[in-house]
């Protein structure tokens, strides 16, 4: 399903025109982007699910091709970790 699809779908739902939808969707997105860019905090969505930060530790990697070594620093990855009611409605599906 993509973003057109979902604010379809609300539109259909919702009586609520398709531009307003869309704003919408869209200010709901940045607002977790920012959350998470920011280092700020976690987003909870009770029922749904929370949209994390996870941090990876400075490892090595090889570049096998040139036969190099290399550095990855520390860096934060964004992960999405499920509800359990979430979960529980995707198996029964």
């Known amino acids: ?13 919702t009586g609520i025109d398709r531009q307003t939808v869309l704003t919408t ?10 959350a998470l860019a920011d280092e700020q905090e976690n987003v909870y969505l009770r029922g749904f699910g929370s949209f994390i930060l996870k941090k990876r530790a400075t490892k090595t990697a090889r570049n096998i091709t ?6 990855i620093p520390e860096h934060n990855i964004p992960a999405f970790k499920p509800a359990k009611v979430f979960i529980d409605a995707v198996k029964e599906a």
């Open 66 to 71: 040139k036969n190099t070594t290399m550095i």
């Open 1 to 13: 399903m993509t973003k057109q699809e979902i604010v379809v779908s609300i539109a259909k739902k």
């Open 25 to 34: 969707v869209e200010a709901f997105m940045e607002s977790i982007k920012e």
